[in-house]
């Protein structure tokens, strides 16, 4: 962290702890589990960590407890859920009583790809699901938000999705035709989905300069902000030199840096600093 420039982390499950595809009973053992062994770290930590916790989601109920449990008992800041869960967009209505109980903690939510749509279409190896399957089941899932009108229905809700939210910033000019040409489309979305897009968090772990920026103009300056992987090997290892390379200005430096990540996790700078 100290080599990356990193003064405080947010730690969150690995998406296969998720175990939405388990045996419920144990699916909330196992996050259960997993939430308490972060927690122990957060305390263990200095002051150098913050805690995600994951959820049940394939049981609502359960999940709503365990929601309560992890911020109320753990002192969590958010939770992590993933880009679908069995295969159920998380704009999905079957979902609202879940971000109603979200927004009304004003805890923020974290989504990761998990078991990605598409696997049947990569050629080649198995790791081609984190390179090109992870962004676009993020994509996918960003758009379900937004044509879902997730966001006019709880609009305090703080959401941010990973790998600078996937494909979207690419799918997004198709999406705002789509509105134009297709009446339907128009009229499922009174807003336009590129101000919804703004009203959204992602991080800017996208590996690349010129992508960056073109995140950075898609969803706001004021709402991008670092995304490391680690400890997995497929990573932004200098993350801070990727935007100095992508930008000149020391506000919006400091902004994607450090600014945007507290305000996504409700934190002031005074509370990181001690």
Known sequence: MDRAGIAVQALSPMPELFGYWIVVGAARDL?????????????????????????????????IAELHRVVVELGFRGVEIGSNINGVPIGDPRFHPFFAEVERLGVAVFVHAVRPAGMDRLVGPAPLQQVLAYPSDVGFAVAS??????????????????HGGGTFASLLPRLEQGRQVFAAIGDSMPARPSEVARKL???????????????????????????????????????????????????LREALVFRNALNFLGLDEETCST
């Open 31 to 63: 996050v259960r589990h997993v939430n308490d062994v972060i927690a122990d770290m957060v305390r263990h930590g200095g002051g150098r960590f913050v805690g995600f916790g994951g959820l049940p989601m394939q049981d609502l109920d359960l999940a």
């Open 201 to 251: 968090y992602v991080d800017g772990l996208v590996f690349d300069r010129d992508m960056l920026r073109r995140v950075v103009s898609v969803f706001g300056e004021d709402r991008v902000m670092i995304g490391t992987d680690y400890p997995f090997n497929f990573r932004e290892s200098d993350p801070i030199s990727r935007i100095a390379e992508a930008y000149d200005d020391e506000d």
């Open 145 to 162: 938000v937004i044509t879902g009108g997730l966001l006019a229905k709880f609009p305090e809700l703080r959401i941010a999705f990973s």
